[in-house]
C-alpha cells in the first residue's frame, strides 16, 4: 500500500483533504478511494468531525448582557453627536 | 433571514442615523459574529470585547461602507481583524506551532474503523459542546483561524487565504491539519463515551 502513494497522489490527496470535502475528488483520488477503504473510512470522519463542529457554530447565541451593554453603547454615542451638533 | 432589499432599507435608515435601525442590524447578524469571535479567541471576555467593538466601529464608519459587498460580509471582516488583533495582543499561542500531517503510511497499515452517525442525543449535548470546543482551542492559532473560517462558517479556500494573507495551498494545508488534529481528539472522546469500541 505504501509504494501506493508516490508524490502526485500525495499532492492530491493532501489537496482534497485541504480542500471542499463534499465536492468530487479529482480522479486520481476517486480511483484510490474506490479501492481503498482505510482512506474512504477516513475522510468520512474528516466529513463528521467538521459537520458536528459546523452544528456547534450554529448553537451560539450573544449572552442577553452583552447586548443590553451593545445598546447601551449605541444610543448612548447617539446622544453624544447630538450633543457635538449643539 | 431578510432579504437584501430590506437590509438596504435598514441600512439607509441607520445611515440616517436611526439608532434603531442599527440595533436591528445587530439582531440580525449579532449571533454569527459573536459565534465567530468566541471560537477565534476562545474565551467569553475576549470574544465580547471583539463583538461590541466590532459593531461599535460598523457604526462609526458606517459613511465608509459603499455596499460592494453585503453589510454582513462587511462586518463579518471587521470582526476577523479584530479577533486576530485581539490573539495578537495575548501573543499566547500565536506561533506556527507546528502539527503533523495525517500519518498516511500508518493509516494504510493500521485497519480502519468506521464512525457511526453521531447524534448529539447519544452523548450528554452540553458536555459534547464543551469537548468540541476545547479540541479547538488546542488547536495552534494559525490552524484554528483557518478551520473556523472555512468548515464552520463556510468561507472558500480564496477568500479565507485573502483575509489571512497566505497563499491558498498553505490554507488547504493548515486546514488538513486541523480537521486531522479534530478529528483525533473527537475520535478519543467518542472512545471514551463508548460510543466507538
Not at chain 2, 19 to 28: N, P, Q, S
Not at chain 2, 38 to 66: C, H, I, P, S, W
Not at chain 2, 121 to 147: G, M
Amino acid at each position: 500500500m505504501k509504494g501506493e502513494h508516490h508524490s502526485k497522489l500525495l499532492k492530491d490527496i493532501c489537496d482534497f483533504l485541504g480542500g471542499d470535502l463534499d465536492s468530487p475528488p479529482c480522479s486520481s483520488i476517486k480511483e484510490h478511494l474506490k479501492k481503498c477503504k482505510n482512506c474512504e473510512i477516513y475522510v468520512d470522519k474528516l466529513k463528521k468531525t467538521v459537520t458536528l463542529y459546523r452544528k456547534l457554530s450554529m448553537d451560539t447565541k450573544v449572552p442577553d448582557r452583552v447586548n443590553r451593554e451593545l445598546f447601551a453603547k449605541i444610543y448612548f454615542s447617539k446622544d453624544k453627536d447630538k450633543g457635538r451638533e449643539k | 433571514m431578510v432579504n437584501r432589499l430590506e437590509e438596504d432599507k435598514i441600512l439607509q435608515r441607520a445611515r440616517q442615523g436611526d439608532r434603531d435601525a442599527f440595533a436591528e442590524l445587530v439582531k440580525m447578524y449579532g449571533d454569527r459574529i459573536y459565534g465567530l469571535a468566541l471560537r477565534m479567541t476562545g474565551n467569553e471576555k475576549d470574544a465580547e470585547d471583539v463583538y461590541q467593538d466590532t459593531f461599535l466601529m460598523a457604526l462609526r464608519k458606517l459613511d465608509q461602507f459603499k455596499g460592494e459587498s453585503s453589510f454582513f460580509t462587511w462586518v463579518y471582516r471587521i470582526a476577523i481583524n479584530m479577533a486576530i488583533s485581539k490573539i495578537k495582543q495575548r501573543k499566547k499561542n500565536f506561533s506556527e506551532n507546528g502539527l503533523e500531517d495525517p500519518d498516511f503510511d500508518r493509516l494504510h497499515q493500521e485497519p480502519q474503523k468506521s464512525w457511526p452517525d453521531i447524534e448529539l442525543t447519544q452523548v450528554d449535548r452540553e458536555r459534547f459542546r464543551k469537548k468540541l470546543s476545547k479540541a479547538l482551542e488546542k488547536l495552534p492559532e494559525i490552524y484554528r483561524t483557518v478551520f473556523i473560517l472555512r468548515d464552520m462558517h463556510g468561507l472558500s479556500t480564496e477568500e479565507t487565504a485573502r483575509i489571512l494573507e497566505i497563499t491558498p495551498s498553505n490554507t488547504k494545508i493548515r486546514l488538513m491539519r486541523a480537521r486531522n488534529f479534530l478529528k483525533n481528539e473527537l475520535e478519543s472522546f467518542l472512545k471514551e463515551e463508548g460510543i466507538l469500541l
